[in-house]
């Protein structure tokens, strides 16, 4: 009885410390945020097209509209790319929502440095720069190709390595993948393996000359247009690799995660422009099945 007797005289307290707790919250004022430019731009020597995305951020605290996460494009901005010597004004293409030119207008050459600049109407102003890796990326060595034939399904998983060049201050993004389509619409599209062992984007800190190592999930054959493994391999900027290392940290919507700043070059706003040089090299999976 006495139990039940301070569990009624104690509801109440709790009841008034919920409510405070509550007027506590609802009674802070959230600081006004304005929109920053969002710009994003990787040039290299082998892209025909030079390509910078620019939009902006949402302010906080605002509400998304529906399922939209995106940023909301900006179509108005002069977006000027500088060799040090020549300039050209990148205009806006709305078919793929960002500002374009052929490479062939402003080469993109290694171990040059280019500079950025993103000017709006509405006073935003924006600038960034960065300098082509120069040199050849290592060659790609294939250690191993291991068939699986699981439930009637054949599958491969390709082992490779390249050694890391000769001094230190290299940086590296590493991919692998098919093409997938259907032969009797002849549409396909490029499906990135993902790698069982290694990391995407790599530093030779304290690898210096080492081998790095790696091996793709599984690659499933009758893969139309053609049973073969792309592997690039490219030099970049550490721009390009802090940038795209922050993003990995990012670990979505878990509430035990320790906040991650994503990396940004960008002067007047928050993104990225960052220089790669690379080059692929294919394997005909079907001469190993």
Same mark, same amino acid.
């Given at each position: ?76 901005? $002069? !977006? +000027?790319?500088? %060799? #040090? ?8 293409? =709305? ?5 374009? &030119? ?14 950025? $600049? !993103? +000017?709006?109407? %509405? #006073? ?8 082509? =890796? ?5 060659? &790609? ?149």
């Amino acid at each position: 009885m006495t139990k039940y007797i301070k569990s009624i005289l104690f509801l109440p307290v709790l009841l008034f410390a919920l409510s405070a707790c509550d007027s506590m919250i609802s009674d802070v004022e959230v600081p006004d945020s304005d929109p920053k430019l969002v710009v994003t731009g990787f040039i290299s020597p082998a892209d025909d097209t030079i390509t910078i995305f620019v939009r902006k951020s949402r302010p906080l605290y605002e509400p998304t509209p529906g399922f939209d996460n995106s940023f909301p494009p900006v179509n108005n901005a $002069s !977006v +000027t790319l500088s %060799d #040090g010597i020549n300039s050209i004004n990148l205009p806006y293409n =709305p078919l793929t929502g960002a500002y374009q &030119v052929p490479a062939t207008v402003m080469p993109v050459i290694e171990n040059l440095a280019y500079f950025l $600049s !993103v +000017t709006t109407p %509405d #006073g935003y102003h924006a600038t960034s720069s960065c300098i082509i =890796p120069a040199g050849t990326s290592p060659d &790609v060595e294939i250690t191993a190709i291991d068939t699986l034939n699981e439930y009637g399904t054949v599958s491969t998983k390709v082992s490779f390595r390249f050694r890391d060049l000769p001094g230190n201050g290299q940086y590296y993004r590493v991919a692998a993948g098919t093409l997938y389509g259907d032969e009797y619409y002849f549409n396909s599209y490029f499906y990135e393996t993902g790698f069982e062992r290694g990391e995407p984007f790599v530093s030779d800190k304290n690898k210096d000359e080492e081998y790095f190592i790696y091996k793709t999930w599984e690659i499933y054959e009758d893969n139309y247009p053609g049973d073969i493994l792309y592997i690039s391999v490219s030099l970049t900027d550490e721009n390009y690799y802090n940038y795209h290392r922050s993003i990995n940290s990012f670990s979505g919507d878990n509430p035990f995660a320790e906040p991650t700043p994503v990396y940004s070059n960008i002067s007047g706003g928050v993104g990225v422009f960052a220089g790669v040089n690379g080059r692929i090299t294919e394997v005909d999976l079907g001469e190993f099945r």
